[in-house]
C-alpha cells in the first residue's frame, strides 16, 4: 500500500565510505517519503535483537561484530510497496549477485561488507521499526505526494 514503511539502514561500511548521501537521494528521487532518520553506534545487544532470525548461523558472530564496529545510519521510508521495491534497489544479498544499478550493484562486493540493510517483509519492518524508533515516528504531510501516486 501507499503508506507501507520499511527500515533501512546505512551498514557502518555505508557510513565510513560515504555512501549515507547517495543512499538516502535514491529513496527520496524514488518517491519514498523520509519519516525518521537517526545515526548511531549500536550495541552488539542491539544488534543481536535485530538479527535475532539469523543466531544460530556460522557469519553470525562476525555480522554482529562488522555491524557493531562503528556507526549506522538508520530510516524510515515510506512509500507504495516500500519493503519489496526497497529489496529491489539493495540488491540481492550477495554483492556478486546484485544487478548494477542497485546499491550493492553498484558499491559492493562481498557479502560480509554489503552496505546496506533492508526490510524484508511488512512484519519484520514493523519490528525493525519498533526496535530502531522506539520514541515513535513524526508524523507530517509531504505536499508532493498528487505528484507520486494516481
Ligand atoms: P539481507 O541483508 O539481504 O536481508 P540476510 O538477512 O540473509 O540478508 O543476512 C543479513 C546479513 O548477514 C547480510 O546482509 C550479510 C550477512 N550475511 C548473510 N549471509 C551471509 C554469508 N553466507 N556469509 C557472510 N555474511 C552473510
Ligand atoms: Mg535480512
Redesign the pocket.
Known sequence: SVSERTYIMV?PDGVQRGLVGDIISRFERRGFKLIALKFVHASPEHLEKH?A??KG????P??IKYMASGPVVGMVWQGLDAVKTG?VM?G???PLASAPGTIRGDFALA??R?I???S?SVDNAEKEIQLWFPEGIVQYTNDNEKWIFE
Open positions: 551498514k538479527y532470525d539469523l548461523k556460522p557469519f553470525f562476525g555480522l529489496r539493495l540481492a544479498t550477495n557479502v560480509g554489503n546496506c540493510h533492508g524484508d
